[in-house]
């Protein structure tokens, strides 16, 4: 089982719609890493949490310690919201090393 | 503000070439610098991290090297490569402090013919 879990793996959604992409994750953090993965590779930092819930435009992302879980919302989502997400967590083994997520593939279409 | 250059953007290589990636940040000192490669439809591989200069971290063995002959420039390396060296090769920076929020470069698409 990877330490840290997305789901779900592929989003599809009409253009307008509410999205939610969950994170969960089995070791103690410091912090957790929101990044959207663009179609041409480029990435790009979306959030940094660590604790309680954070907001930039049309993205919300929020983090529940206790239940090591984490989600990132997109309201009014529209076609250019299509890219990869990637949750990365920042352990508190003492590295400087990211444990990654599998990812979710979003799809919205016009 | 701080920036991460890449390049080149594209590579095309010939099996046996050698290979040199090159990585910089501006707008920062003592960064971690890391290495990282997708092949294609899978998630980030962490190749190697460094804390400074001369100071390389290994992940995985590979047919790969890495280098950072300055605080700020890291350099991905190979003698001869291989067909399974393809991929998008990411570099990317952070601060050295508890929630190391890593900043990833525009990326070298490799392509290893």
């Known amino acids: 089982k990877n330490e840290v879990e997305q789901s779900p793996q592929n989003l599809t959604a009409q253009e307008g719609e509410f999205i939610t992409i969950n994170c969960s994750y089995s070791?103690?953090?410091?912090?957790l890493h929101w990044l959207q993965q663009h179609p041409g590779g480029g990435i790009v930092s979306l959030f940094m949490?660590?604790?309680g819930k954070k907001k930039h435009g049309r993205l919300i992302a929020t983090i529940n310690i206790q239940e090591k879980h984490s989600s990132l919302h997109i309201t009014a989502s529209h076609p250019r919201d299509s890219a990869v997400y990637i949750c990365?967590?920042?352990?508190?083994?003492?590295?400087?090393?990211?444990?990654f997520g599998t990812g979710t593939r979003l799809k919205v279409l016009a | 503000s701080q920036t991460i250059h890449q390049w080149p953007a594209t590579l095309v290589q010939p099996v046996g070439s050698p290979l040199s990636l090159e990585c910089t940040v501006e707008?920062?000192?003592?960064?971690?610098l890391y290495w990282y490669r997708q092949a294609a439809g899978r998630g980030l591989q962490l190749l190697f991290y460094?804390?400074?200069?001369?100071?390389i971290s290994s992940e995985v063995p590979q047919n790969l090297s890495a280098s950072r002959p300055q605080d700020r420039q890291f350099i991905l390396s190979s003698k001869k490569l291989l067909l399974s060296d393809s991929g998008f090769y990411l570099c990317a920076w952070s601060r050295r402090d508890s929630y190391n929020e890593q900043f990833f470069g525009p990326g070298t698409r490799l392509t290893v013919l």
């Open positions: 707008g920062t000192s003592n960064p971690n």
């Open positions: 460094s804390v400074g200069i001369g100071q």
């Open positions: 070791v103690g953090i410091s912090a």
């Open positions: 949490l660590s604790s």
């Open positions: 990365a967590v920042r352990s508190t083994s003492g590295t400087y090393k990211y444990i």
